[in-house]
Each structure stands twice: as C-alpha cells, then as structure tokens.
C-alpha cells in the first residue's frame, strides 16, 4: 500500500493479486492508493484500452489526501488483468471478481464509485453483497439494458463496439470525439497512450468481440431489483452522453430509494474526467457526510 507522502503513479501503486471466486479463477491488476479507515474502489468502463488508471487518474488524488485508501481495480478483459470471454452477465463477473479482490485483499466493506460498465458492476455487487457496500457513486451507467427514448445501440456504443473490431486510430479518434462534449481537451498524447493500451493487449479487444457474440446483452437490466439497494447513491451525468442516455440517470433515480441525481451541462459519458473538479467536490462532500 502506498502512503500520502510518495507520488501516485501508475508505476508505484501497481498490484497484482490471484483471486478465486466459485468458477473464476484469475489474476487481477489494480492499483492501490493512499491509507485509511475507509476505502473507495473505482470501477472503470468497458471501452477499448479502458484501466482504472485511464478512466479515474484526475480523481483519486483528492480522495487520498482527505483519507481514503483508494483501489482501482482493473475488470477481467481489461488492461494488465487477465484475459477472459464473458458469455453471460459482464456486470454480474465484474462484481464477482471485486468481491474476490476485497476478500484477497482483507477489505470487509467499501464504497464503490462506477463509470459505465463500472456503475453496472457496481450495482451488481451491491444487490450480491449488501453489507460490503458504504456508499454508491453511479456515472454513466448503473443499470444495463434499452432506453425507451433514445436509438439503441447509441452512436457511442456503436462506435466502441467498431474500434474492437478494428482497432484503428482513426476509429479510436471517432469513438473519443464522441465521447465527451468538449473535444479540445483530447490531445494527441491522449490518444497514443489510449491506442498503446488498446494494442498492448490484443487478446482483450478479440475476447470482447467473442464476447459479444456468445451474448450481445453483456449487461443485464437490473432495473427491477434497484429498489433492494439501501446504499445511499450518488448518480452523476452528462446531459449530452451518447453513449449511455441521461434517461437511463432517471431511471436510476426512480428506483433507487436512497439517491440524488446531479447532471453536468454540457458534458459527455465522461463526467468524472470532464467535470473533475467539481466532480471531486461533490463526491467527497458526499462520502463525509
Ligand atoms: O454498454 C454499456 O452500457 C457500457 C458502456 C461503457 O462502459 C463505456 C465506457 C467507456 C469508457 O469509460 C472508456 O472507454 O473509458
């Protein structure tokens, strides 16, 4: 574990650990931030070349200087976790694998912020495992399945589903532009370091796309079963997200019992990245109090 007082790189926060959970068997990457009482885990998205680094760098710092021991735990598929072809419920394996990491790692209870698939994961470890969740933060995701309003798949989905398929710069810019609302922040470094990840590990990108087609539905819609969730819940978006709609937010909103819903203006699926400042405001005010 790391302490304040030595810089957060990727480099020193490294950790690997060899988790088994029922049928799944596997070594996951994550990095390990900071000390404290409280631990926050970050859960990222299921883009191409995603890692719990590339989605939440602009935000754990905060949180480790106010305290909190902070885990992003790479997905099994993604970044320097082992590989592995999902054919049933994504967001149900990813909570399977974090519980296994919490278990491996001696954390009994956490609070766990989503992006995306990561919000879905983090809803499904929730209803699996009640008593190990403190506070929920969902952006961008939290439930699977369609929006009534808006044409499914959305622009956004269809275009990272085609950057796995064809891994291209071109096709990384396209699906990047799409991504967040105000493109000037996406710099060329940006897009290397996000193309290296993608390339560095082949074997992921195919999976997905193995993936997909063994189960289109990689996120089930829990809808349904939102209202069995006590956790208090921040939910945060993007009114222009193209990836995953601002309704599926209000969806959130309506069945979730215990949650507030924050939407940043001009803002794509990106929230915690685009707005980050705010952003961190709000979630530490919302995890102390
Ligand atoms: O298909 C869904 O519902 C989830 C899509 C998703 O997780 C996209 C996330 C993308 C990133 O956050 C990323 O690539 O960094």
Request: proline share 5%; glycine share 10%; net charge negative.
């Amino acid at each position: 574990m790391t302490t304040t007082t030595q810089a957060l790189t990727e480099a020193s926060t490294s950790q690997f650990v060899r988790i088994q959970e029922g049928d799944l068997d596997l070594q996951l990457h994550y990095n390990d931030c900071g000390a404290g009482a409280e631990t926050v885990v970050m859960l990222h998205g299921s883009g191409p070349g995603a890692s719990g680094w590339a989605n939440f760098n602009r935000n754990l710092e905060p949180l480790v200087a106010a305290g909190y021991r902070v885990i992003l735990m790479d997905c099994p598929g993604w970044s320097k976790s082992d590989p592995i072809v999902c054919s049933g419920s994504r967001s149900d394996l990813n909570a399977r694998a974090l519980k296994g990491l919490l278990d491996a790692i001696d954390i009994d209870r956490a609070h766990l912020i989503g992006n995306s698939m990561g919000g879905h994961s983090a809803v499904a470890f929730a209803l699996a495992n009640p008593q190990r969740v403190g506070k929920l933060v969902l952006m961008g995701g939290g439930t699977g399945g369609a929006s009534p309003f808006a044409p499914m798949p959305t622009e956004g989905i269809k275009l990272l589903q085609g950057l796995y398929r064809e891994p291209t710069i071109d096709n990384l810019k396209k699906m990047m532009n799409v991504f967040v609302y105000d493109t000037s922040e996406l710099t060329e470094e940006l897009f290397q370091t996000r193309l290296d990840n993608m390339l560095s590990r082949r074997d992921h990108l195919e999976n997905f796309v193995a993936s997909l087609a063994a189960n289109p539905r990689q996120f089930p819609d829990f809808g349904p079963r939102l209202a069995e969730i006590k956790a208090q819940t921040l939910i945060v978006w993007g009114s222009n997200d193209r990836f995953v709609p601002m309704d599926t937010g209000l969806r959130l909103l309506a069945g979730l019992p215990n949650a507030e819903l924050h939407v940043f203006n001009r803002c794509g699926h990106w929230a915690q990245w685009e707005h980050a400042d705010t952003f961190n405001r709000m979630v530490l005010d919302f995890l102390t109090h």
